[in-house]
């Protein structure tokens, strides 16, 4: 049998198995030999899911995905009254209620838009629905960047015309006429849950910086309230002006990407350098103002936009001066420092001190420290890696996780600056295909059932289990049903137990290296 009339027929028995299925369209399961698989999708097939639907009372629905192979497989099961509670299990506890979650999602960078555009029509509608609508994870939070990253192939912003103080030589350019704008567009017309788009800047034009180039330690000239300042806060007043002429309005800007990069002599990428003073005072003098007094006024600003081990100092300066917090909404963190900073001394400490003002983590990628591989078709490890981030995160009162570029190529790029990455889906374009990565699987675990309002609520566990010491959180929709994530990192099956007062309780167990998410109603 020939390769052509092989795959003709994985696809019908596919094509078969999804239509003897009572759930979407299976995964086409690719193994690479990297301990897990890929699924592969292409202009004429791609696995979906199907709408959530709520089960009945006094039943649940169980999605689970396995180092072994399962990718958010559906089952269905019924709540025991008089069942013995195994001595580990999970007591859920509604009356105890935490932060209400605004979302998840990725990043439509330039490389990522390349990626998406290099695939035919069909094969672009399979990646985008799969992203953002019901038969896929349902994202609902997109970053943007506001022109060039390390994820473009080459350096620019909206106003390099020397001098520019009012920027009347402002200007999108073609990587958002053509690409980004598109793909968001195309984005929200699929998703029936609302986008809440974000942007990002890396650095100011090169003529408003003290070092004259867009990568490298440097900042903006001047002080806060100048007229260097002052262009710089217009800057984000005209991307969002104009992204509005093309109907895409956006929930919130952060004040910088990363700003402590630009602090570092020889930083290779993109950035500009602020420190916690000078962002409170370009916020409270520049760019709070600015935003305040135009039509994006109700456009949510947050700071930071950087690594956690910044907090809670970063807050502390910034939030403790009235006028800076009056224009603030929320914190942004990124996560490739987290091992410098436990968890409860950075996040947990922070929305203590300010509970008034979000968490959200802005930017995570695998394979971006210089040991890794750069991509690993079917690496459940980094999938993994992102739930482990995601559950600690939500259970230390962050709101919602945002990854980084949404598509990538085999090689982790395209980008000027060759500092390649993996990402949740991987282009092949020369064969105008992509691939699903685990952690794609990983994302709508959350992504696709803890909606926008979810809130979170207590999970009581009955002892420590060492040798299975399973991840979880739970949260109540706002329709009102319970979902409940447990991810299990160790190579052995755990059972264990999950107790509803309300309803009952079930007896499960979580596959060595899995992740599920149960989901039920509670009685009104």
């Known amino acids: 049998m020939g390769p052509r009339c092989a795959r003709v027929l994985r696809w019908l028995l596919l094509a078969q198995a999804a239509w003897q299925a009572a759930g979407g369209r299976p995964c086409d399961a690719k193994d690479f030999g990297q301990g897990s698989l890929v699924c592969v999708c292409s202009a004429t097939y791609c696995d979906t899911l199907d709408p959530v639907v709520l089960p009945a009372h006094g039943t649940y629905v169980r999605y689970e995905s396995s180092k072994a192979g399962k990718r958010l497989e559906r089952s269905q099961g019924s709540f025991q009254r008089n069942a013995a509670a195994p001595d580990f299990h999970l007591t859920l506890d509604t009356a105890q209620r935490y932060q209400k979650v605004k979302g998840f999602g990725g990043s439509v960078t330039d490389s990522a838009a390349i990626n998406i555009l290099s695939l035919s029509k069909d094969a672009q509608n399979h990646l985008l629905r799969s992203y953002f609508s019901e038969e896929g994870i349902e994202y609902n939070l997109v970053r943007v960047p506001m022109a060039s990253t390390d994820f473009s192939v080459r350096l620019y912003t909206y106003a390099d015309a020397e001098g520019d103080f ?34 990002s800047p890396w650095t100011s034009p090169v003529w408003m910086k003290t070092n004259g180039a867009m990568t490298g330690r440097g900042t903006l000239k001047g002080s806060p309230g100048d007229k260097y300042h002052q262009a710089w806060a217009k800057y984000f007043i005209r991307f969002l002006d104009e992204y509005a002429k093309h109907n895409l309005t956006f929930w919130a800007v952060t004040a910088g990407n990363e700003p402590t990069a630009g602090e570092i002599i020889f930083y290779p990428f993109q950035c500009l350098g ?81 509970p008034d003002y979000f968490l959200l983590s802005t930017e995570a990628s695998a394979g971006s420290y210089f040991w890794e591989p750069r991509v690993v078709l079917g690496g459940w490890d980094r999938g ?83 040798r299975c010491d399973l991840e979880h959180s739970a949260f109540l929709r706002p329709d009102g049903a319970v979902v409940l994530v447990v991810l299990n990192r160790s190579p052995v099956d755990v059972s264990f137990g999950i107790s ?25």
């Open 166 to 199: 009012e920027l009347k030589h402002f200007n999108l350019t073609e990587e958002d006429t053509r690409m980004k704008i598109p793909i968001l567009r195309a984005a929200q017309a699929m998703a029936k849950r609302p986008l809440s788009l974000y942007a």
């Open 274 to 354: 602020f420190s916690p003073e000078h962002q409170r005072d370009f916020v409270a003098r520049d760019l709070g103002p600015a935003l305040a007094n135009s039509s994006h006024r109700d456009v949510r600003l947050i700071i930071l936009d950087d690594q956690r081990v910044m907090l809670p100092y970063w807050a502390e300066v910034v939030l403790k001066d009235p006028v800076a917090a009056s224009y603030i909404s929320g914190i942004g963190i990124h996560w490739y420092l987290d091992f410098l900073a436990p968890i409860d001394l950075t996040l947990s400490i922070t929305h203590h001190l300010f």
């Open 384 to 466: 993994s890696k992102y739930s482990h981030s995601i559950l600690t995160n939500l259970n230390n009162y962050v709101t919602g996780w945002t990854d980084w570029n949404l598509a990538l190529d085999t090689k982790g790029g395209p980008n000027w600056s060759k500092n390649y990455v993996d990402s949740p889906i991987i282009v092949d374009s020369s064969k105008d295909i992509f691939y699903k990565q685990p952690m794609f699987y990983h994302m709508g675990h959350f992504s696709k059932f803890i909606p926008e309002g979810s809130q979170r609520v207590g999970l009581a566990v009955s002892k420590r289990c060492h």
């Open 500 to 524: 509803d007062p309300r309803v009952g309780f079930i007896e499960a167990t979580a596959l060595s290296d899995s992740i599920q998410t149960f989901l039920w109603k509670q009685p009104a």
